[in-house]
């Protein structure tokens, strides 16, 4: 039963109506000819029965087959129109990806339908050439494959992509159509199997460009959930002052307090040095190398008045070097690994080497000492060099690395290459 606008249901029996008799009038016509052709045979040309009754068999299965694909056409589309009758059917399909990656997302769409037999993909011309066999509408035909309706369908769909590269997007050009020439679309139905293959092809790749987008926007969500979480590890990282470090900075204040006053002070103005360093930021900017150095030679200043004559710190870092951007407690982090792992381990002490160069647009930073080197004893758990790769991806990208190497004569060099500035650069060269 039809349903919807009286109008439109009217316009669809009409037309159907004229595809019926169109397809009857075309068999009619070549049943004409082929009785005309009988009639001249001799001796068997004088009987007309064989050739009337063949000729009726002949018109009510056309009739019957394009009344069967008038229903399935109405079914699938819900309308009848001259585009969902025709056997042939044309999609023009934009896809927003390059012409490569709209090949491969067209080449894996038309792999997925069914029935396909065979595919050609010709990747430099951007064509996609495929064969699929003509499926079943209705499987409980009587007779099989020897049911006389089956000769009014070709028996496979061949298929067309082509994609035409426009900057960064792709355009598809789709062709269904049965593997028979054009004129053979007055005898012969399709059972609107065309109209379903290029309507799943463009389902599938509609589909395929939904999950890459959701691909793209959860890869986009996990990256700034990663971002906001290295941020806030940075935020307690930079608000946080070892309590071993801090707690054994006063003892020795204390004590020196009774002993040595002066050195006591001078500890003290660089504890304060480096906790005002070491407040958390109101924002997530970058600090600058001037700064982390300031911060970490407070540090090592306190260490050498605890030390003593153990610790010497040596510091090489060219004045216009100092405005390098620079994640904060990135500098920290290598110098207090130099200490506890490198020299603190060792009864004689031992030196830490702060310097920094640019070369090729890059500034490297790089803390070394002359300490206990690689081993299981004061190697520690890694977990401060992996924070600091981890942080340097997430700010760079892939433009900043971090490189660990053993130190000559002794000891161990960490380095971090950052990209530098226009200006930095400017007042290297």
Known sequence: M?????????????????FVIRIALAWLLATLLFAGLWSELPLIGRLEWPITVAGMIVMALVVIGALSHVGRVRLITDRIDRTTLGNRHRRQVEIPFEAGEAFDLVDAAIRELPRIVAVESARDSLQIRATAARPEAYLDRPLGRWNP????????????ATVTPGGDTGSVTLICEPETLAWSDWFLFDDATNFENAEAIARAITRRVAERRRNERADAAQTATEKELTVAKLSLLHA????????????????????????????????????????????????????????????????????????????????????????????QTLVENAIK??????????????????SDGVVAVTVADDGDGFNTRTSGTGIGLKNVRERLRLVYGSDAALAVVANFPAGVAATITVPATFEEVAHHG
Request: aromatic fraction near 6%; include cysteine; hydrophobic fraction near 40%.
């Open 149 to 160: 309706m089956l000769w009014f369908g070709a028996p496979r769909n061949q298929i067309l």
């Open 240 to 331: 946080q002052v070892e309590p071993h470090f801090l707690y054994n900075t006063l003892a020795s204040a204390q004590l020196l307090t009774r002993s040595d006053p002066a050195r006591a002070d001078e500890m003290l103005g660089h504890l304060i040095q480096y906790l005002r360093h070491s407040l958390p930021s109101t924002d997530n900017e970058l600090s600058t190398l001037g700064e982390e150095l300031e911060r970490a030679l407070a540090y090592l200043e306190i260490l050498k008045i605890r030390m003593g004559p153990r610790l010497s710190v040596q510091v090489d870092l060219p004045e216009n070097l100092r405005a390098t951007r620079l994640p904060p407690m990135m500098l």
């Open 341 to 358: 792992h490198g020299l603190e381990p060792r009864t004689g002490g031992g030196s830490v080497w702060i310097r920094a160069r640019c």
């Open 2 to 18: 039809l349903h919807g606008n009286p109008h439109a249901v009217g316009t669809s029996v009409i037309k159907g109506l004229f």
